[in-house]
């Protein structure tokens, strides 16, 4: 009888560990990013062609024709070996080379045109390369290399952002009441995914959709969370990039934190105590993060091979090129590309013999 019991406890016991080991693998597996150190930097000074590794150095041509005013409303992608360039309400498309190559500028009233240049992204659909630009109450579709205008896509607000997955499903970012909604390419609104909330503060949001590992995903502003679409059940699901340690800026605490502090306070009142994860870009298994801390330190985050490592920009020695400074790193936020990572210099922050203030609009650091 002894000898049953011990058994039955034995059995028991091995039920719990396998459950408890269950358990841990389904809490891992629900995080897309492995887990973090927030606090550990990797290094208290570092080259920057040792922490990007392979890279080029590409100047914007210039003429009177390709010029960019580089405001925060500027916009940089990369998108089949070319670079497209929002400004004053034109996007500008140049070589991978740097080469002006033309221009989209349709801004007006008619149906054929966009009242305003929120967002814009370049889509391959059926083979055929689209600009997609994202104005008051519209998504209007272009071709890219002639320019000519495709259709459009009526919304219910301003287009911040949007994803092309296929005909039937086209994600679309609007600030109205509901802030993502599934559309098709004939123009039909589906579904609405994403309920408006007040702690969603989209004003600043540039391009919240990144692809890893063949999923299109969604960041919440400033947040290390979001959500992707699954193109099986046609379902919003939420996901958390890392582990929670308390450390990072969630959705949960900025309800909470606006419940307390109210609108106008909320989010500088989350940055004094929390990170704030500001920029997420992706590829293939490679992650790259912006981090910005409560004590204002802004910190760059590369994972690379499964090496997590996080350098604070002030301890970044730029060794490639002259600059004013090393503030253009946080150019990353604006810059999205399908192959590669890059952010932008200014020209009056650039300095190279070859490459004067007056010969070009903005320099690009690409790297892979």
């Not at 998108?79 to 080469?99: P, T």
């Not at 408006?196 to 960041?219: A, C, I, M, N």
């Not at 253009?328 to 810059?335: D, G, H, I, K």
Request: hydrophobic share 35%.
């Amino acid at each position: 009888m002894k000898k049953k019991l011990n058994q039955i406890l034995c059995a028991t016991f091995c039920l719990y560990l396998l459950a408890a080991c269950t358990q841990k693998q389904t809490e891992a597996s629900s995080r897309l990013f492995p887990a973090v150190q927030w606090n550990e930097h990797t290094s208290d000074n570092v080259l920057l062609s040792e922490a990007i590794g392979n890279y080029r150095v590409i100047p914007l041509e210039t003429n009177d024709s390709s010029l960019i005013d580089a405001t925060w409303t500027t916009k940089y992608l990369k998108r089949n070996n070319k670079f497209y360039v929002s400004s004053n309400s034109e996007i500008l498309k140049f070589s991978a080379e740097g080469k002006y190559l033309g221009k989209l500028s349709a801004r007006g009233g008619g149906p054929e045109e966009y009242s305003s240049l929120v967002s814009f992204d370049v889509p391959t659909i059926q083979g055929n390369e689209e600009i997609w630009v994202g104005a008051d109450d519209k998504l209007v579709r272009y071709d890219a290399e002639t320019f000519e205008f495709k259709g459009n896509i009526p919304t219910s607000g301003v287009v911040i952002g949007m994803r092309y997955i296929d005909e039937e499903i086209i994600l679309i970012f609007t600030s109205g009441d509901y802030l993502l909604g599934r559309y098709t390419l004939a123009g039909d609104m589906k579904e609405f995914l994403l309920e408006k909330d007040l702690s969603e503060d989209v004003r600043g949001v540039r391009h919240p959709f990144f692809t890893y590992k063949g999923r299109d995903y969604y960041q919440r502003n400033d947040t290390q969370s979001g959500f992707y679409y699954d193109t099986k059940t046609n379902k919003l699901c939420e996901v958390t990039f890392w582990p929670d340690e308390n450390k990072v800026i969630t959705p949960t605490l900025k309800q909470e934190y606006l419940k307390e502090f109210g609108y106008m306070k909320f989010t500088k009142e989350l940055g004094k105590k929390y990170i704030e994860v500001t920029t997420i870009l992706t590829q293939d298994d490679t992650v790259l993060a912006i981090l910005s801390y409560p004590n204002k330190e802004d910190a760059l985050l590369l994972i690379k091979e499964g090496v997590t490592k996080i350098y604070p920009l002030s301890s970044i020695k730029n060794d490639i090129f002259q600059s004013e400074s090393n503030r253009f790193l946080r150019t990353f936020f604006s810059c999205d590309s399908d192959d590669s990572f890059f952010c932008t210099v200014p020209a009056n922050q650039f300095f190279a013999d070859d490459v004067s203030h007056a010969d070009n609009n903005a320099v690009i650091l690409e790297f892979y």
